[in-house]
């Protein structure tokens, strides 16, 4: 049965400004694929895809065509991270023409109404949705942050769906957006204690590998901190494509499951995923901050670099909104003075890493781990933050 529409969204089907119908025709499209039966208003979006390294030419021609076509969103839009930091892209080794393309995307962004906010971690930064609020966000750690951690309900939307869902300040109504299908499908029993952030992300790529798009409940953790949730999301996200998923205790409310496969991960899964996620102790650039760094996140950086000399490159990912509170704690100085740059704007995975130079990576994100060039030809080094700083410290 097609997706019924309320006289606003007919209204949007026939609007006089092409993006608004263009993204009209396209959610409609997408609901009735996805057997949705109405549309739910949203609080927010997060535009992904814009990168200039992951969209290339025809990916900013088509930001300004859209732009030019009168595109400009309802809802209050985060952008997700960009290939550089936005200020600071020549001290990265960024080229001048790839600068150029992504300043194109920027522009046509703003055009649209987009917070230039450049973070996957929007709920750091300003953007905290409700529980049981309706949003349409697309980087898959944010979206399994928002899920989990908040109790908002999101599907993991492509950067072409939540744009539209920006622009129309809707999406279809199916997925997660329904409560019968926020129900865990796995039992994780963590019968090893979790103390780092590294831990938590080797817990979370374990796990999204064999549960691929299920939602786990784990039970076992007895705390975590809110940086340990989201490395755990992130991991599950990237390994899977978890986008829910529950801590007994912790996180948003479910009933622990009946009749489920239950999975054990003990101390022999737990060392053999670092050896999974980590193929070389060599490494000549260390990045912090997928997802992007909390405050404290970046505190521990610079506790550690107080007074120190790193020995190799060190990046500090995380949005424009943290890093200015680093700026005040004097945090980013002491990471600077010891030779590392906290960046905002960008991260590793969407920067043109492979053409600054680098060749091999140390990360405390078993995400990045996942996604940096090269993992899997002994490329990637994945150790919780203060063993890789150690190694680093001249
Ligand atoms: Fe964020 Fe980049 Fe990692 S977008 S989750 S820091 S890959």
Redesign the pocket.
């Known amino acids: 049965m097609p997706i019924d529409l309320t006289t606003e969204e007919e209204q949007l089907l026939e609007s006089d400004v092409p993006a608004e119908r263009k993204s009209m025709e396209l959610l409609v499209r997408l609901g009735d694929i996805f057997g949705a039966e109405e549309f739910v208003e949203i609080g927010s979006a997060q535009a992904s895809g814009i990168s200039y390294k992951s969209i290339g030419d025809p990916g900013v021609e088509f930001l300004e065509g859209f732009a030019e076509e009168g595109a400009e969103v309802d809802v209050e839009t985060f952008a997700?991270?960009a290939g550089m930091d936005i200020n600071r892209w020549e001290e990265m080794g960024v080229s001048e023409e790839f600068a150029r393309q992504q300043r194109r995307i920027v522009g046509a962004l703003r055009e649209m109404g987009v917070t230039v906010s450049f973070?996957?971690?929007p709920y750091l930064a300003g953007n905290l949705p409700g529980p049981n609020e309706h949003i349409a966000w697309a980087?898959?750690?944010?979206v399994s942050f928002a899920n989990s951690v908040i109790g908002a309900r999101t599907n993991r939307e492509g950067g072409p769906s939540a744009l539209a869902a920006a622009i129309t300040g809707r999406t279809p109504k199916h997925g997660l957006h329904l409560a019968e299908n926020r129900q865990p499908t796995h039992l994780v029993n963590v019968d090893v204690p979790l103390e780092t952030q590294a831990d938590f992300a080797a817990l979370g790529s374990w796990t999204g590998r064999i549960v691929e798009d299920g939602k786990p409940y784990f039970v076992g953790i007895e705390s975590a901190t809110t940086d340990q949730l989201k490395s755990l999301g992130?991991a599950m996200a990237a390994t899977g494509a978890v986008a829910l998923h529950f801590v007994g205790g912790l996180t948003t409310d479910a009933d622990p499951p009946d009749n489920v496969e239950t999975l054990q991960f003990g101390s022999e899964k737990h060392e053999s995923e670092y050896a999974e996620l980590s193929s070389t102790e060599d490494t000549d650039l260390i990045v912090f901050?997928?997802?992007?760094s909390s405050v404290d996140e970046i505190g521990t950086v610079a506790d550690r670099l107080e007074g120190e000399s790193l020995e190799r490159d060190l990046w500090v990912?995380t949005s424009r909104s943290v890093k200015s509170q680093a700026d005040r704690m004097g945090y980013t100085d002491t990471i600077e003075d010891a030779g590392g740059m906290v960046l905002s704007d960008?991260?590793?995975?969407?920067a043109p890493i492979e053409e600054l130079g680098y060749e091999s990576t140390a990360t405390d994100?078993a995400?990045?781990a996942s996604?940096l060039p090269g993992f899997g030809d002994q490329l990637v080094h994945f150790d919780d933050k203060l063993s890789l700083l150690e190694e680093a410290i001249e």
């Open positions: 997700n991270p973070t996957c971690t980087e898959s750690s944010a992130a901050g997928c997802p992007h990912c960008t991260c590793n995975v969407v994100s995400k990045a996604y």
